[in-house]
């Protein structure tokens, strides 16, 4: 199993960037796929989530600039974000858990994003 994130970057604030997250090995439609970032000095956490049925989640603090998708014929998620923030800078990874077995759980390698004021 591979998750290979790309699409990380450097962005002034205001702008827009998409990560993408290429899925080898399971496929999304029957896991529910994540997207976590961590920041300097601080915890991983969770910022959007898209289940295998199709539906999402959201971490407060990106509501409503954020969007999770996907494209099922490329097995590949992408996290939109826009009005993007200093406060986003972080490493994003991807994440996949199946919906079957718990113990599965995948991690990718993480794609930077860098946003200037």
């Known amino acids: 199993v591979q998750l290979q994130a790309s699409g990380g970057g450097l962005v002034q604030a205001g702008g827009s960037l998409r990560v993408s997250c290429l899925a080898s090995?399971?496929?999304?439609?029957?896991?529910?796929m994540g997207w976590y970032r961590q920041a300097p000095g601080k915890q991983r956490e969770l910022v959007a989530t898209?289940?295998?049925?199709?539906?999402?989640n959201y971490a407060a603090a990106v509501k409503g600039r954020f969007t999770i998708s996907r494209d099922i014929a490329k097995n590949t998620v992408y996290l939109q974000m826009n009005s993007l923030k200093p406060e986003d800078t972080a490493v994003y990874y991807c994440?996949?858990?199946?919906?079957?077995?718990?113990?599965?759980?995948?991690w990718g390698q993480g794609t930077l994003v860098t946003v200037s004021s």
């Open positions: 090995g399971i496929s999304v439609v029957t896991y529910d």
């Open positions: 898209l289940t295998g049925g199709g539906n999402t």
């Open positions: 994440n996949a858990q199946s919906m079957l077995v718990s113990s599965r759980n995948f």
